[in-house]
Nanobody, 122 residues
């Protein structure tokens, strides 16, 4: 069983930056895909970004392209989401997830973090 812990959320002004971290209970192997989703109140869970851990291939939602970057940490068990030029519309609970396919579909990811709140004020 893989356990994920996502942290780093907080409150920032529009235009600011945050870095979210996702720590896995063990090593993240090259076959894994690490992804980030977000969910605002009353809304469905929305895909944000994903990366093939070994190959580095990435996938981004159109709404965050050029602003957010998913990356590998130096540690073998940590992934990051770098969030820049934050907007009020980015306000949501953000979740990291692990799967095997580079996809934007939530049901394709088996393991999920508990979520971390990001609030962007304007």
């Amino acid at each position: 069983q893989v356990q994920l812990v996502d942290t780093g959320g907080g409150m920032v002004q529009a235009g600011g930056s945050l870095r979210l971290s996702c720590a896995a209970s063990g090593r993240i192997f090259s076959s894994a895909v690490m992804a980030w989703f977000r969910q605002a109140p009353g809304k469905e869970r929305e895909f944000v970004a994903a990366m093939r851990w070994g190959a580095g291939q990435t996938l981004y939602a159109d709404s965050v392209k050029g602003r957010f970057t998913v990356s590998r940490g130096d540690a073998a068990n940590t992934a990051f989401l770098h969030m820049n030029l934050l907007e009020a519309g980015d306000t949501a609970v953000y979740y990291c997830a692990r799967g095997t396919d580079l996809t934007s579909t939530p049901s394709q990811y088996r393991f999920w973090g508990q979520g971390t709140q990001v609030t962007v004020s304007s």
